[in-house]
């Protein structure tokens, strides 16, 4: 409970400087993640990201950068597909990841994080 006001402001500061919300309806080529008590969950749009592409990025936060589990829904009716993950040898972090994917085509993973009642912002560059 501690961490979870801090956490919830901080992603929202995050996605208020990105130009609002993220919608994957709206632009296919950005998605967002959440970390909670050890399992990663989002929604992606496949016309912007393929499901090995997902994987890829919902795993970046992992102890040991594997998944131990994925599991996709069927795409919604506004197309977007569900995602469910675990990591194999845990998850260390909460918070959010947010995927976005760049005019020169790198996708920037830019995630607010939380361990240990510490809150920090960490970026990467694919």
């Given amino acids: 409970m501690k961490s979870a006001i801090p956490i919830a402001l901080a992603a ?60 996709e829904s069927a795409a919604a009716e506004n197309g977007l597909v569900a995602f469910q993950a675990s990591c194999s040898g845990g998850l260390p972090y909460g918070g959010h990841a947010v995927v976005a994917r760049n005019g020169d085509g790198s996708v920037l993973v830019e995630a607010t994080l939380s361990k240990d009642g510490n809150i920090f912002f960490d970026k990467k560059t694919f």
């Fill in 12 to 71: 929202l500061v995050a996605l208020t400087a990105c130009g609002g919300g993220i919608d994957p309806v709206e632009n296919p080529n950005q998605f967002v993640y959440r970390m909670d008590d050890g399992v990663i969950r989002g929604s992606y749009n496949p016309v912007g990201f393929s499901a090995k592409q997902v994987k890829f990025f919902a795993k970046q936060y992992c102890s040991q950068t594997r998944l131990g589990s994925y599991s």
